[in-house]
């Protein structure tokens, strides 16, 4: 079921919609081992060290570019994230059509505090907009839309990654698991 703003796009922008909606899941790509980038990242985020934070995404970025051979991203980590009444930022994509590469923006702490962002929340933050990157690139898409399909695959590729680094997946979510068949 497409998200309420789908009823707004054009037609055009809902064949998109649709196509992006229809591929919902992504794997790492084959040889491709991000374990050490991935464990660098937490444990950069864990000591506070920015410039550390940027040059392991930035790795884990390039690898994962070469594995899906798209197009390589660069990436900047910036401090504290900027807010408004919408609340905070936590990534952008901007694919600078003038001016490549393609350029992810990430922000490693919270507006409010200042307190440096948990490690899973940076990493799919990363993730999520990388995946806008491969909506363009690897998909072949005209725009990037935020689908069902979209989270899957942010979903996805966020898992394999944790799983690569050997970091235990994240509890379920809305507590303990619903049955699936009715009570007798």
């Known amino acids: 079921m497409p998200f309420a703003y789908y009823a ?12 992006s909606d229809a591929i919902v899941t992504l794997a790492l790509p ?3 081992e991000p374990a050490a ?6 444990d950069a985020l864990a000591a506070d060290r920015r410039t550390d934070v940027q040059k392991h995404c930035q790795a884990l970025a390039t690898m994962l570019a070469q594995g899906y051979v ?4 660069a990436i900047k980590v910036l401090a504290q994230r900027p807010s408004n009444d919408y609340g905070e930022l936590h990534g952008l994509y901007d694919p600078r059509e003038d001016a490549p590469p393609p350029l992810i923006s990430l922000w490693m702490r919270t507006a409010a505090l200042g307190k440096v962002v948990a490690f899973r929340s940076f990493l799919r933050t990363l ?3 990388f995946n806008h990157h491969l909506d363009y690139e690897l998909f072949a898409l005209a725009e990037t839309f935020h689908t069902e399909g979209f989270y899957k695959r942010e979903s996805a590729l966020s898992n394999a990654l944790f799983a690569a680094a050997g970091i235990a997946p994240p509890p379920p979510r809305g507590g303990a698991a619903r049955r699936t068949a009715p009570r007798p």
Not at 70 to 73: A, D, G, K, L
């Open 8 to 19: 707004r796009l054009s037609r055009a922008q809902q064949q998109i919609y649709r196509r």
């Open 30 to 32: 084959p040889g491709v």
């Open 37 to 42: 980038h991935v464990n660098a990242i937490a």
């Open 70 to 73: 798209v197009p390589p991203v």
């Open 127 to 129: 993730v999520h907009e």
